[in-house]
C-alpha cells in the first residue's frame, strides 16, 4: 500500500487532522466576512487562543477546558477589534493588522514559563477497535474528537447561513448596511456577535495546535495558519464546504511535502515546504476564476464601517 | 389651502386612522420638526409635500419607528402610538416603501421579502404567498430572481410586496416613482388605487406635483419643519401647490434660441462591455450633439445610462475614433485629458462617485476643477483660489452648508447635487455630460440646476443630459433619444413629441419601429 514510501491511507487521516486549525479559524472568518466585516487579525486571535488553550488545558488537567479556554481568550481578544471598528469606527484593515501584531506580543509574554510543559492528551472520540479497521479506520474513527467537531461546524456554518433566518440576517447585514439598518436590524450588535464568533473559532484552531499538533507552548506556534484561513476564505467565496475543500487541500499537502520529505525525495526541501502554500492559492485561484466578480460572492459592504446617521 | 394649525381634519368624513400632533424633533444645529400635526384617515391617500430639508423624511421615520420624537404625540388606530423600532411598527399595520430600495442585491426576492417581515412563513410557502400577492395586484414578480438582475420597477414591486404581505393598514412611499417609466407608474398607482379602496391609507412623499394631483385625497405641506398649509391636491394646480411648498413665485426655464454651431461631441457605433456586476453593455450607441444643443437621453435605471457616462467621462476608454470632441479622436483619452479638451461630466452617485464624501468641499471643488480652473500652482495646489471657487459654487447655487470645509457627507442629498453640479457647470465646459441632474433635489433647486444647464447651452456647450425624469427631459431638451438594454434609439426633436410615442420608445420591443432606427 505504500507508494514511493508514501501510504495513502496514513496520509488521508493526517491531512483531516492537519488542517483543523485552519479549518476553524476559515469558518469562523467566513462568517465575520459574510457580516461584512473584514478582521485580519485571524493570526493574533489563533495564536492567543493557542496560548490560553494550553494554559487551562496544563492548569486544569482537561484538553477539554483547554478548548474552551481558547476559544475564551480568541473572543476577548476579538471583542478590542469589535470595540474599535463597531463602537469608534476605526478602520478595520489597520486594526486588524493590529491585532495580529498585539495577539504575537501578548502570547509571547503570557507564555514565558511554559516552554517545555507537556499538556495533557487529547483522546480519540471512538472506541480503539474501530480505528484498526483497516482503511476506513484511520480516515473515518481514528481522530479526536475536535476533528469532527470541525466537519460538523462547517456542516452547522454552512446550514445556518444558507437555510435560517439568522443566517439571512448576517448576509444582509453583510450585503447592504444600510438597507439592514431601515429595516430595523442592529447592524453593529450583529456584526459585533459574528466577529466573537470569528474569534472564538480562531481561538479553538489556535488551541489545537498547541495541545495535539505540537503539543507543547513555543513562540509563534500559529506559524502563518492564520493568513492562510484569510486566504483560503477569500478563494472559497465565503462558501463553508468550499473552505473545507481548501483546508484539506492545504492540510494534504502539507502533510504530503513532510512525507518526501522523510522519504528522501530529489526535490530541495525549501520547494517541498513552499508548495503547501503556493499549491492551494493556485488551486483556489483557478476554482474562484473564470466567473463574474458578482458571482464570486464578495458581501458588498465587506470591510466598510457602518454608521447610522440621522 | 385652510391656514397654519397643527390639526387638519381628515378628509371627506373618513374614520382617523393616525394622527399626529406637536410632533417635534431637533438635531444638534438644526430642528426637523416643528409642532407638526396632521390626520391621514382610513384608505385615505394623504400627500406629504416639501422641499428637500423640510422634515418630510424625519417625520416618516418616526412614524416608522426608525426616529423618536422630541415631544408631541402620535394616535395609530386610537390608541396611543410611539414605535421603539420599525418592527413594533410593522406589527401595528404600518409598511414603508423607501426612496433607495431598502434591498439587497445578492439575496432573491423571497429571502428580500423576509426580511421585512417579523415571523416569516418557511421559504416554499413564502414563494407562493408572494406569486398569490403579485397576481392579486398585477405586480409580476419571481420569487427566485436575484435582485440584482430586477430593473428599478421591478425591485420596487419587491418592496412594495413585502410590504403588502404584511396586510399594513397605512403604507408609506417615499418617492416611489422617481426610477419608473410612465407605463410603470400607471401600474404603480393601479395597485394604489386599488389598496386605497381595500382600506388602507398610504401616505405618500414626492416632488412631482401632477401626479400628487392625480392620486392624492389630502394634502400637508412642510417648510422648514413646519406645517405651512394644507390642502386638496385636484382643486389646486401644480403651480400653486409649489409656490406654497417653496414660499416663492416659481420661474420656469427660460429658453434663449440659439443657432446650432458645428458638432462638440460626436460618438459614432461605440459598443463597451460594462464593467459592473449585473451591468448592461452598449451596443452600437451613435449621436452628435452640436455646440448649444441639449440632447436628452431618456431610459429606465440599469439600461445603460451608468455605461454610457463612463465611456463618455473617459473612465471607460473606447477606440480613439469612437468618440470625438470637437472633431478631435478622443475615445482613448482618460478623464483628465477629457477635462483638459473641455468635456465635463457629473456622474449620478454622489456619495464616491461624484464626490468623495469624507473629504471637504473645498477638497471636492478641487479634484475635478483643477485643470480648467486653473487651482494648480507649479505642483503645488492653491488652496486659496481653490476656496474661492467653492464659496463662488456654495453662493451662486445656494448650496446650504456651514461652510466650504464641511465634508460632503454632511450634506444632504440635494444639497451636494447643487454643489456638484455647480462645480461642472463654472468650469466653462464645451460639453457637459450629466446623469441625473436633478435627483431628489427640490423643485426649486431643480429649477435652478435646469436654468443654469440651459445658460450653458445658450453660451455655446453641447449638453448631453441623461435623466429618469421624462419632465425634466421634455423641458431642457432640443433632441431626445432612450437608452433600452444598452441601445440607444434615433434622436428626435422633442417639439411634437407625445407621451405615447416616448412611451414606445422606452417600451423596447413594442416599438421595434422606433427602437431600432436604420444604419
Known sequence: MDFGGINPVILIAGLMATSVPILLAALGEAVVERSGVLNLGVEGMMIV????????????????????????????????????????????????????????????????????????????????????????????????????????????TWYVLKFTRVGLIIRAVGENHDAAHALGYKVNRIRLLCIMFGGAMAGIGGAYISLV??????????????????????FASWRPWRVLAGAWLFGGISVLQLNLQAAGSAIPVEYLSMAPYLLTIVVLVIMSSGRGKASMGAPASLGQNFHAAR | MTGTGTEKGGGAGRPELLKISGVTKAYPGVIANSDVGFTVGEGEVHALLGENGAGKSTLVKMIYGLVRPDSGSMTFRGQPYQPAKPAEARRLGVAMVFQHFSLFEALNVAENVALGMESPPPMRELASRIRAVSEEYGLPLDPARMVGDLSAGERQRVEIIRCLLQDPKLLIMDEPTSVLTPQEVEILFKTLRQLSSEGTAILYISHKLEEIKALCDEATILRRGKVVGTC?????????????????????????PVDKGEVALGVSDLSVASPIPFGTSLKNVSFTVAKGEVLGIAGVAGNGQDELLLALSGELRVEPDRLRIASHAAGDLGP???????????????????????????????????????????????????????????????????????AARALSGGNLQKFLMGRELNQSPSVIVINQPTWGVDAAAAAAIRQAILDRAAEGAAVVVISQDLDELLEVSDNFAVLNEGRLTKPVPVQGLTMDQIGLMMGGAHGMEVAHHAE
Not at chain 1, 487562543?49 to 477546558?65: C, D, N, W, Y
Not at chain 1, 475564551?72 to 469606527?89: E, K, M, W
Not at chain 2, 449620478?348 to 468641499?361: I, N, Q
Open chain 1, 213 to 234: 499538533r505540537v503539543p507543547q507552548w513555543v513562540d509563534g506556534i500559529t506559524a502563518g495558519a492564520g493568513w492562510i484561513a484569510l486566504a483560503i476564505v477569500v
Open chain 2, 336 to 406: 483628465v485629458e477629457r477635462r483638459k479638451a473641455g468635456l465635463v461630466s457629473a456622474p449620478e452617485d454622489r456619495y464616491g462617485h461624484a464626490a468623495a464624501p469624507d473629504m471637504s468641499l473645498i477638497e471636492n471643488a478641487f479634484l475635478t476643477g483643477a485643470i480648467r480652473r486653473g487651482l494648480v500652482n507649479r505642483g503645488f495646489i492653491d488652496w486659496g483660489k481653490t476656496r474661492a471657487f467653492a464659496e463662488e459654487v456654495i453662493a451662486e447655487y445656494d448650496v446650504r452648508t456651514p461652510g466650504p470645509e464641511v
Open chain 1, 49 to 156: 487562543g493557542a496560548l490560553g488553550g494550553f494554559v487551562v488545558a496544563v492548569h486544569t488537567g482537561s484538553p477539554f477546558a483547554g478548548f474552551l479556554g481558547g476559544a475564551v481568550a480568541g473572543a476577548a481578544l476579538s471583542l478590542i477589534f469589535a470595540a474599535l471598528t463597531q463602537v469608534f469606527l476605526a478602520n478595520q484593515v489597520a486594526t486588524g493588522l493590529a491585532l495580529t501584531l498585539f495577539g504575537l506580543g501578548l502570547s509571547s509574554l503570557g507564555g514565558q514559563g511554559y516552554n517545555g510543559i507537556k499538556p495533557p492528551h487529547t483522546v480519540g472520540l471512538l472506541p480503539d477497535a474501530l480505528a484498526k479497521i483497516p482503511v476506513a479506520g484511520p480516515i473515518l474513527f481514528g481522530h479526536d474528537w475536535v476533528v469532527y467537531f470541525s466537519i460538523l461546524m462547517t456542516a452547522a
Open chain 2, 232 to 256: 386638496t391636491p385636484r382643486e389646486r394646480t401644480a403651480r400653486e401647490m409649489a409656490e406654497l411648498m417653496v414660499g416663492t413665485t416659481l420661474t420656469p426655464p427660460e429658453r434663449h
